[in-house]
């Protein structure tokens, strides 16, 4: 295994390896190419995203990445699964998902998530029933706005 440091004391980020399986595991931190180097070609990230990537501006603020940096640091490790979890309390329901292109490959995790080698797949593929599972609370994500300017959101 192999871990690193980020930029800022304790906002770590660590691969594990072991004959079978790599894991990479953000912690709460910006994008980091440090980080990419020591995830590269793994098995999945698991990466915070606390916010949507319009928001790209607070997220810096508060040393947090948005669901869009993360999805594109997955892709720049070459993870073959990106799991995406650690989302602001604004998303009681839903991740932030409005107007992202999520990949194949990824999936949001939340508490208690259980993710193993044979059940990957199905939560990748989950990603896209969450706004049906959850209409209301979709369209209610969907008519906030956390634009600077006030301009809403796309709606199913």
């Known amino acids: 295994s192999s871990g690193i440091n980020a930029e800022w004391p304790l906002r770590p980020g660590v691969a594990l390896a072991s004959e079978t399986w790599k894991v990479a595991y953000s912690g709460d931190t910006l994008p980091n190419s440090k980080f990419v180097d020591i995830g590269k070609d793994c098995d999945i990230l698991i990466h915070e995203a606390t916010h949507q990537s319009t928001l790209a501006e607070d997220a810096a603020k508060k040393k947090h990445s948005t669901v869009g940096q993360a999805i594109e640091i997955g ?52 990603t896209d029933a969450l706004p049906l599972l959850f209409p209301d609370h979709y369209k209610d994500l969907s008519k906030q706005s956390y634009y600077k300017n006030k301009k809403p959101f796309n709606t199913l």
């Open 75 to 126: 892709k720049q490790m070459k993870a073959r699964y990106t799991a995406l979890t650690h989302f602001s309390l604004r998303y009681q329901k839903l991740p932030p998902i409005i107007d992202e292109t999520v990949p194949d490959n990824v999936l949001f995790a939340h508490d208690f998530t259980k993710i193993t080698k044979e059940n990957v797949e199905t939560w990748c593929r989950a």
